[in-house]
């Protein structure tokens, strides 16, 4: 029985749609992110439509999730980042539940592929490029430029420019490989469970092993999932705070 | 007022404080794991090695393309060491903060 791991990361077309040379075919990537825009705007819309001041239980996890993204916003960014709650907000739930959705067996992570993380991150990098020149002018390029004599600023400043857009990179990768190995990693331990299962009688029962190990790491994914979603969120106030306030601490 | 009664209130007052203090503090991070702070200095020299060498690529073939001039090695060679410093840059500011974290929660000890 031959089981690849990686083939749940493989994108299927659904509807098979051509434009000119280009493929915009509905996948099942596309079909899992209309899912997970459609799953948080039923919850939100659900869960606060009796509204009480004694919250029910879906009520309050929405009010959790609104005070834990606007707590995020405010240690980071302060009162006036309050302007891109919405942005965070969107953002921070989107990749939560995409990533939670990921774990359910059969579904597909919709983090798990670098074009969408990579997406995700260009349109925040583009959001700070844009805030800092709309709120700085000119003077957001200062970003790119330390203090140090001039000579050394011929190499500072490329050195500063890579390392602004080495965040595209690291954001985009940071998220998609955690999900990518976590689900990978469930994966090949899943073949083994069959493997031994189909093995001699002697080696069936070896099979709890894997078995065992898939809850565990089945529970940090959950963790992992959670985690991932906070970075990415958290980083994106960060990026954000400097395009607002420019690098005051150095 | 009845004594219970006064006892939740005093609880309430308790508890708003808390999260006054909370909100003064900022969101309790959870303790990075060991792995976790290994991935994170991974990524940040490998992605900044990757944009430096990527950066240089495009650099060399737009002087090709557009300029027609043959620059071919040397703006990469230049950029990826360029790279190559930012990512250990990175790097170091990213150390230094955990430093700086870890400090604070030891003296919060």
């Known amino acids: ?250 | 007022m009845p004594p219970p009664e006064s006892d939740d209130l005093r609880r309430l007052g308790e508890r708003i404080d808390e999260a006054g203090k909370r909100r003064a503090q900022g969101t309790k991070q959870a303790a990075p794991t060991s792995l976790g702070i290994a991935f994170r200095f991974a990524t940040e020299m490998v992605s900044a090695l990757a944009v430096g060498a990527g950066l240089g690529w495009g650099v060399d073939w737009a002087f090709d393309h557009w300029v027609h001039l043959q620059t071919r090695p040397w703006g990469m060679v230049v950029l990826f060491v360029l790279g190559a410093i930012a990512g250990i840059r990175n790097v170091m500011a990213a150390a230094k903060e955990l430093n700086a974290e870890m400090a604070k929660k030891d003296v919060e000890k």
């Not at chain 1, 844009?130 to 000119?138: D, E, I, K, M, P």
């Not at chain 1, 490329?158 to 190995?181: D, G, K, Q, Y």
């Not at chain 1, 689900?183 to 493997?195: D, K, P, Y």
């Open chain 1, 1 to 250: 029985m031959a089981m690849n791991p990686m083939e749940q990361f493989e994108v299927k077309p659904i509807v098979p749609l051509h434009i000119g040379p280009y493929d915009v075919s509905f996948t099942n990537q596309s079909l899992f992110m209309c899912l997970v825009v459609a799953l948080v705007t039923l919850f939100l819309t659900v869960a606060m439509s009796r509204r009480r001041l004694v919250p029910s239980r879906t009520q309050s996890m929405a009010e959790i999730s609104y005070e834990f993204v606007a707590n995020m916003i405010d240690s980071t960014m302060g009162d006036e980042g309050l302007v891109f709650f919405p942005f965070i907000f969107a953002i921070f739930m989107f990749v939560l539940l995409s990533n939670f959705l990921g774990l359910f067996p059969g579904a597909f992570t919709v983090t798990s592929q670098i074009v969408v993380t990579f997406a995700l991150t260009a349109f925040v990098m583009l959001t700070v490029v844009v805030v800092g020149f709309a709120r700085h002018g000119l003077g957001f390029l200062k970003l790119f430029v330390p203090k140090a004599p001039f000579i050394l600023l011929i190499l500072l400043v490329p050195i500063e420019i890579i390392s602004f857009l080495t965040r595209l990179v690291s954001l985009s990768v940071r998220l998609f490989a955690n999900m990518l190995a976590g689900h990978t990693m469930l994966a090949v331990f899943a073949s083994f469970v069959v493997a031994l299962g189909a093995a001699g009688v002697f080696l069936k029962p070896l099979a709890i092993a894997p078995m065992l190990m898939i809850v565990f790491i089945g529970a940090l994914e959950m963790l992992v999932a959670f985690l991932q979603a906070y970075v990415f969120a958290i980083l994106t106030c960060i990026y954000l705070n400097e395009a607002l306030h420019l690098h005051e601490q150095h």
